[in-house]
């Protein structure tokens, strides 16, 4: 039935290839990139402790210095771990940047959705004529 | 060869034969692993109460998940799961999108459970001592066993879903069962063990820091969505779908709620916080040689259960999208034998190996994380659209989802939190990682969409949408 | 190729799994190559997105797994 339906070209196997290797080399493009640019991760800062070598300097009661000498640690060997803290402070014009685009980024891909959903409406119910 | 004809008008399709314990099994298995490694990065984020509340929140999070997703997945069952139900409710380009999040969460997510299984090897490896003739301590690697995981489930998936969810069925009931057994050997009822008064130490961070642990509290759930790909190969899809989604979701509360209870009454938060694989240090406080090796293969089936229903999951979606055209046709194939969307199948193993060898796991965690959160935040108004183009009696819904659109509402004020929880940590690859969704999004509408049939898309069996359409 | 009387266990346990992956690699290869030949085109793909209730239902034991 020719009734006006869009009928696609049919995609040769070198397109079909060619599509597949740009997808794959976006999505390593995407998730490799931050990470080999040393761009992932949060920042990091220290608490500042005078004493880094007891366990008493190190803020830890005995229930919790059982705990850490049962997992093997000293206090030496424990401190960088408990000293480390993220940092938390952020840029405001960066928040407002990443919102922008997320929500930005839904309303681009909704809206191009609607109008590529009236075509597969229209053909799958037919047109509507008023 | 002339066997290899073909009778005109055959057809290949996937197998009927999952009933609700696998949808369970498939919800769960992916899931669980979140218990034994990956949840515990939000105590580091913001002390071990924050991970609490994390946890209870995220649970709210997937509890409205659940129920949406039991909706609209009771009507659109089909192998892509949300694909298909953003291509009958959205567009296309959102399904297009959506089809993305799910190949990326369930990839990631894959390569994090093979980089834990190889770590969790090495550890006992380290452990059993093992020295060379001069007396050197020999290290095992981590990498072949990291490569095999993915090999072998990949090869189990290929051969048929039924073996595979079935497998996972036994090794996820498995490893549920060890943190069940676990919970009781650390006798919570009195304080010998737990030490909770000592260890919890407030929120470090204050407030902030709860939000921030919310990026990895995620992780005690993430996947349990998963269910619904598997709607064509579950024998009444009405039915099992919400059956198995909800009865995941509790297990799930249970399981991540008595792992926090155990972990943060045995070990201090800053050790916890950068822990690889928490419950099985929990075992290894208890002196005890069975329940190490019990939370040994607890952890290994974990990772089996949830690497093994991620190929499923990832490939089903990829197929689905490769059928309908949006990727290159030659994926949408059915094995004739084996009656699995092979290619599919084959093609990810590459990118998972890829992943699990050369990326850190909590950049990994991370990316799956994110390809989830914008699979949520899709969610909250797909629904909406659902109610809005099919209100309640137009078609018939295998279950209805109560205090419509209240549930939508808590979901998109969560997931805003859990954006900007995200943001404190890796702020660079959210927007990497929406640059690239950007940038696909204008491939697939200017240029890919061209080869896919317009109202062909739209395959379930309803009444035109209300409204301007 | 290391002496195999100088290997340790460990060394033995890593070419296992090495060698395993390749096996299960391998075999998925030449068994999709075997089917993409063995079958036409359109026979693979002829897959539709289906009902929700589908008619046939398949007696899992026999027909769901291997054979």
């Known amino acids: 039935m020719s009734n006006g339906d869009y009928i696609p070209p049919r995609q040769s196997a070198l397109g079909q290839f060619f599509d597949s290797v740009f997808l794959l080399a976006l999505v390593f493009a995407a998730l490799f990139a931050p990470i080999y640019l040393g761009l992932a991760g949060g920042g990091k800062t220290e608490l500042a402790i005078a004493d880094k070598t007891t366990w008493t300097g190190l803020g830890q009661n005995p229930v919790m210095q059982a705990a850490w000498e049962k997992l093997g640690y000293t206090p030496e060997t424990a401190a960088p771990l408990i000293v480390s803290r993220f940092d938390y402070s952020f840029d405001l014009i960066a928040l407002g940047v990443t919102a922008l685009v997320v929500i930005g980024y839904f309303l681009l891909v909704v809206a191009f959705s609607k109008s590529e959903y009236r075509e597969v409406i229209a053909e799958r119910f037919g047109r509507k004529t008023d | 060869m002339s066997q290899t004809t073909t009778i005109h008008g055959e057809k290949i399709s996937l197998l009927r034969v999952l009933g609700p314990g696998h949808v ?135 051969r048929g879903v039924y073996a595979t969810l079935t497998f996972n069925l036994v090794i996820t009931a498995i490893a549920f069962i060890a943190i069940i057994i676990l919970f009781f050997a650390v006798k919570p009822w009195t304080g010998e063990v737990l030490k909770h008064n000592e260890l919890l130490t407030g929120l470090p961070y204050d407030w902030i820091g709860v939000i921030a642990a919310l990026h990895f509290g995620l992780w005690y759930y993430l996947g349990i969505e998963g269910t619904c790909q598997a709607a064509e190969e579950v024998r009444s899809p009405a039915r099992s779908l919400p059956l198995g989604t909800m009865t995941g979701i509790m297990t799930l509360l249970i399981a991540a709620t008595m792992t926090w209870y155990i972990c943060a009454g045995l070990m201090p938060w800053e050790y916890l916080g950068q822990a690889v694989t928490p419950l099985f240090d929990a075992a290894r406080f208890m002196d005890s040689m069975p329940l190490m090796v019990l939370l040994f293969i607890g952890t290994i089936f974990s990772t089996l259960a949830s690497a093994n229903g991620c190929i499923n999951d990832a490939s089903r979606a990829w197929f689905s999208m490769a059928r309908d055209r949006y990727l290159p046709q030659w994926f949408g194939a059915v094995h004739p034998k084996y009656r699995t969307p092979y290619r599919a199948i084959v093609f990810l193993v590459p990118v998972a190996v890829l992943f699990a060898y050369y990326a850190p796991l909590d950049q990994v965690i991370t990316f799956s994380i994110l390809s989830g959160l914008l699979g949520y935040t899709f969610m909250t108004f797909n629904v909406i659209m659902f109610r809005r183009k099919w209100p309640l009696g137009t078609i018939q819904r295998g279950y209805v989802h109560p205090m419509h659109p209240l549930p939508a509402l808590v979901l998109l004020v969560l997931c805003g939190a859990t954006y900007f929880a995200v943001f404190l940590g890796y702020g660079t690859q959210l927007m990497a990682m929406m640059l690239f969704f950007f940038i696909a999004s204008l491939w697939f509408h200017f240029h890919r969409y061209r080869y896919v049939r317009r109202g062909d898309q739209f395959s379930m069996p309803w009444p035109r949408p209300q409204g301007d359409y | ?62 027909q769901g797994g291997h054979l």
């Open chain 2, 24 to 158: 369970w099994a498939l919800g769960v298995g992916i899931v669980l692993v979140g218990e034994y490694m990956g949840w515990n990065f939000s105590v580091g984020k913001g002390g071990a109460i924050a991970a609490l509340i994390a946890c209870w929140v995220a649970g709210l999070l997937y509890t409205c998940v659940a129920m949406i997703d039991s909706e609209v997945t009771s009507t659109v069952a089909a192998a892509g799961g949300q694909y298909a139900q953003a291509k009958h409710i959205v567009g296309p380009l959102m399904a297009f999108n959506v089809g993305l999040f799910l190949v990326f969460a369930y990839t990631m997510l894959e390569a994090a459970n093979a980089i834990t299984l190889g770590y969790l090897v090495q550890t006992v490896g380290g452990m059993a001592g093992m020295t060379d003739a001069a007396g050197e301590a020999l290290v095992l690697h981590d990498k072949p066993f990291i490569v095999l995981t993915i090999m072998f489930l990949a090869w189990l998936n290929y």
């Open chain 3, 1 to 62: 190729m290391p002496d195999i009387s100088t290997l340790n266990n460990y060394q033995l346990l890593e070419y296992g799994a090495w060698g395993l992956s390749f096996v299960f690699g391998l075999w998925m290869l030449l068994d999709m190559m075997k089917t993409n030949i063995t079958y036409s085109e359109d026979l693979l793909i002829s897959s539709r997105e289906g009902e929700i209730e589908d008619a046939l239902v398949i007696d899992p034991p026999h």
